[in-house]
């Protein structure tokens, strides 16, 4: 069964500056999906960025990049110029990439906090 | 477009008390799926449909809880009778399985809280 580790419980970081939030996962497949989904108080579930596993190259939505290394299934979530809004729980997911299975599993969060 | 519409947002009620949380997906997906969430155990799928038929509904806590999907545009989870560990953040989900690259759109969930 698939996993997924987020080693972080709580992150910090000044507004400006720039963080990075660790995910790692375990799998058997070759192929999947990988996202990064924010929740702030408000607890919507708000998709940040996603990253095809067949695709070298690393997903980058604006502010936000992720550093995917496959072969250590490791994806790492890189938010650069920091802002008060991005204070949230950060959820990092995985799905198959095919068949019926679509649902996504998660880990455990990161809560970011924004220093002003 | 109008997203996933989940009612209602908070429900509070007695232990014993039979709760339904309601889902309408967003027109044109065909899979739902129904997370819960803790801070124990955190997000935790409890079951998903693939066009109104469930798939996987491995993550259903005991025989209390079940969900149906009567058509495309309308979901229920219900739970008989409630418990206070049931309280939780109850999230549905949907997507369109046909597009693989398409993230699952959420609702603003559910805040159960079970007294």
């Known amino acids: 069964a698939q996993t997924v580790t987020q080693s972080q419980p709580e992150m910090s970081v000044q507004e400006a500056e720039t963080v990075t939030l660790s995910c790692t996962y375990d799998t058997s497949e070759s192929d999947y999906y990988l996202f990064w989904y924010k929740q702030p108080p408000s607890r919507q579930m708000i998709l940040v960025i996603r990253?095809?596993?067949?695709?070298?190259q690393n997903a980058t939505e604006n502010r936000f990049s992720v550093n995917f290394q496959k072969a250590a299934k490791s994806f790492s979530l890189k938010i650069s110029d920091s802002q008060l809004g991005d204070a949230a729980m950060y959820f990092c997911a995985y799905r198959n990439y095919g068949g019926s299975q679509g649902n996504l599993i998660f880990g455990k969060g990161t809560k970011l906090s924004v220093k002003p | 477009d109008a997203g996933v519409i989940q009612s209602p947002r908070h429900e509070v009620t007695e232990m014993g008390q039979e709760v339904t949380l309601r889902c309408k997906p967003i027109s044109g997906h065909n899979s739902l799926f129904w997370y819960r969430q803790t801070m124990m155990r955190g997000l935790e799928l409890l079951i998903y449909f693939n066009n109104n038929v469930p798939i996987d509904d491995s993550g259903m806590p005991e025989d209390r809880f079940s969900a149906k999907m009567p058509n495309a545009s309308f979901s229920t989870l219900k739970i008989q009778p409630s418990e206070p560990r049931d309280s939780a953040v109850y999230f549905c989900?949907?997507?369109?399985?046909?597009?693989?690259?398409?993230?699952?759109?959420f609702g603003d969930g559910t805040r159960l809280s079970i007294l």
């Open positions: 989900a949907s997507r369109n399985q046909e597009q693989r690259g398409q993230p699952q759109h």
């Open positions: 990253q095809e596993a067949y695709k070298q």
